[in-house]
T-cell receptor
Framework: GQQLNQSPQSMFIQEGEDVSMNCTSS?????WLWYKQEPGEGPVLLIALYKAGELTSNGRLTAQFGITRKDSFLNISASIPSDVGIYFC????????????FGAGTQVVVTP | DSGVTQTPKHLITATGQRVTLRCSPRSGDLSVYWYQQSLDQGLQFLIQ???????AKGNILERFSAQQFPDLHSELNLSSLELGDSALYFCASSGIGKLEQFFGPGTRLTVL
């Protein structure tokens, strides 16, 4: 089962609004990845984080690696209709070689 | 396009049957990962291969097996299929020393 807690489960927002979501873990992670999945497609990597406190942007997306190393946040600014999809966090624990744990996903719906 | 290819895109079969899913990683990637995604379970890690050898195992059933061939493509074999095996199966690959995983478009398996 899922070992990451991702919230919220879904978000219904208006175009132009900002979106925030987060993931928390009971384990210390050394890597956080954020993916977006659109219907019928595979997850697409958005942002990768490797150091506690790291803040990384990719266009209107900004993600942060939490100081405690047990959480991460993703923000989408000024949402547009094409932001619709399911956003997954994924993390790798310090004792796990390559094995990623995935959050349950946050479904984002953007209305005009 | 992530560079990871999977075939077939769709597969419909009956309970008790056996199927083989195929994945070709991105050029130069040595690691291949298999994931199962169903509606109520999210993305579940099944197994990882690195340069032909099994590296990590997740929640993979004994009815399922995988292998990675010398040309680095991988196959996931699912046998004695049950209705509950209906899901999307994704393959991902990563480069040497890299933690980011790039996903293929998936195979949608329907067991009737």
């Amino acid at each position: 089962g899922q070992q990451l807690n991702q919230s919220p489960q879904s978000m219904f927002i208006q175009e132009g609004e900002d979106v925030s979501m987060n993931c928390t873990s009971s384990s210390i992670f050394n890597t956080w990845l954020w993916y977006k999945q659109e219907p019928g497609e595979g997850p697409v990597l958005l942002i990768a984080l490797y150091k506690a406190g790291e803040l990384t942007s990719n266009g209107r997306l900004t993600a942060q690696f939490g100081i405690t190393r047990k959480d991460s946040f993703l923000n989408i600014s000024a949402s547009i209709p094409s932001d619709v999809g399911i956003y997954f966090c994924a993390g790798r624990a310090t004792d796990s070689w390559g094995k990623l744990q995935f959050g349950a996903g946050t479904q984002v719906v953007v209305t005009p | 396009d992530s560079g990871v290819t999977q075939t077939p895109k769709h597969l419909i079969t009956a309970t008790g049957q056996r199927v083989t899913l195929r994945c070709s990683p991105r050029s130069g990637d040595l690691s291949v990962y298999w994931y199962q995604q169903s509606l109520d379970q999210g993305l579940q890690f099944l197994i990882q291969y690195y340069n032909g050898e099994e590296r990590a195992k997740g929640n993979i059933l004994e009815r399922f097996s995988a292998q990675q061939f010398p040309d680095l493509h991988s196959e996931l074999n699912l046998s004695s299929l049950e209705l509950g095996d209906s899901a999307l199966y994704f393959c991902a690959s990563s480069g040497i020393g890299k933690l980011e995983q790039f996903f293929g478009p998936g195979t949608r398996l329907t067991v009737l």
